[in-house]
């Protein structure tokens, strides 16, 4: 059997069951971060206090990250039955991002309708933007470098008009509520407790969401089986799986979005086995490795071939009529 098809049932229905008590780890995650603020405060007259606080401004950034991930999951309904608590968990967990959370899920679920076509966010298609090859060489190393986020922002004013009138609403009491909390810390925290605490990590995890969004899909082709539609990495780095909450098994994920990210790492683990060697090449065991070798990639990017991708396309019309689709709807198993 071709992809992940021959993945037994049995571990399937054992990778879907939900076991709620994984969600301390949001609690568990706050109250890092609020030791990691504890910390900056206690150092912030030591005379390492900047190589310190850079630290512990990385671990913030990855805390956000895993409670990220938990966001993603509630978004696909894996956290919780009810899509009122859903929601809210996807809000807690999400809102650190400094994104709206109803703004994602339009995004997110409509992502994997459309995953690596030439409408989807995710697909960076660099020609678009300039087809000298030393510029689209520059210009994908600084996506993928640091500036996915402002490239990701630019793109959202799709999903905006997607929105209905309440879901606009929505979306801007989610934005000004988090950046109202953000400006009260602001305001009663040292400013050097202030940058370490969430700005320098906001920094850091733009570099981690370019990083990893260049892993999870850049030069992955569009397929109607998902099992071919991005990586899984990292899968021998358990502590930034642990902070993480599993984001790095992205292929599982793509091909069984139903999958809660605490039950991914053993389902890979357990299914490995029964892929096919095409998906077996795509899966790595750690991060940089995987890293560097697409940025190699993107050093000897030929932009006429990449051109010749899109050469028949009629790009607007196939925006058109993708974006009119909906996103995959929560609870989808496969």
């Known amino acids: 059997m071709a992809g992940m098809e021959a993945v037994p049932q049995d571990l399937l229905r054992q990778a879907y069951e939900r076991k ?3 969600l301390l780890k949001i609690p568990l995650h706050f109250a890092l971060w609020a030791g990691a603020t504890a910390v900056l405060y206690a150092t912030r007259d030591h005379a390492l206090a900047i190589p310190i606080g850079l630290l512990i401004s990385f671990f913030i950034a990855n ?4 409670l990220g991930a938990v966001a993603h999951d509630a978004v696909h309904g894996n956290c919780a039955r009810s899509k009122r608590l859903s929601y809210l968990i996807a809000l807690v967990c999400w809102a650190p991002s400094g994104m709206s959370v109803t703004l994602y899920r339009n995004y997110h679920l409509h992502h994997h309708r459309i995953t690596n076509t030439y409408p989807d966010v995710d697909n960076f298609v660099v020609t678009d933007y300039t087809r000298n090859p030393v510029l689209a060489k520059l210009l994908l190393l600084v996506v993928y470098g640091f ?3 402002i490239y990701f922002a630019t793109q959202m004013g799709r999903y905006t008009l997607r929105l209905t009138g309440w879901q606009r609403v929505q979306m801007v009491l989610e934005l000004v509520g988090w950046w109202s909390i953000m400006a009260v810390a602001f305001a009663l925290m040292p400013l050097q407790v202030f940058l370490f605490f969430y700005l320098v990590p906001f920094l850091f995890g733009a570099v981690l969401a ?3 969004s260049m892993i999870e899909h850049y030069e992955m082709l569009p397929s109607d089986d998902d099992a071919y539609s991005s990586r899984t990495y990292g899968t021998s780095a358990h502590f930034m799986n642990f902070l993480w909450n599993n984001v790095s098994y992205h292929n599982e994920h793509h091909k069984y979005p139903g999958i809660p990210f605490y039950n991914l790492r053993s389902f890979h683990e357990a299914a490995y086995p029964y892929y096919e060697e095409r998906v077996k090449a795509e ?7 995987i890293a560097f070798k697409l940025y190699g990639r993107i050093l000897k990017l030929d932009v006429t071939r990449l051109d010749e991708r899109y050469r028949d396309l009629n790009k607007e019309a196939e925006r058109s009529r993708l974006m009119a689709l909906n996103g995959i709807q929560p609870g989808v198993t496969a």
């Open 20 to 22: 709620p008590v994984h």
């Open 283 to 289: 899966c790595y065991p750690g991060v940089l490795g």
């Open 147 to 149: 500036a996915y986020p």
């Open 63 to 66: 805390l956000i990250r895993g």
């Open 210 to 212: 370019s990083l990893t």
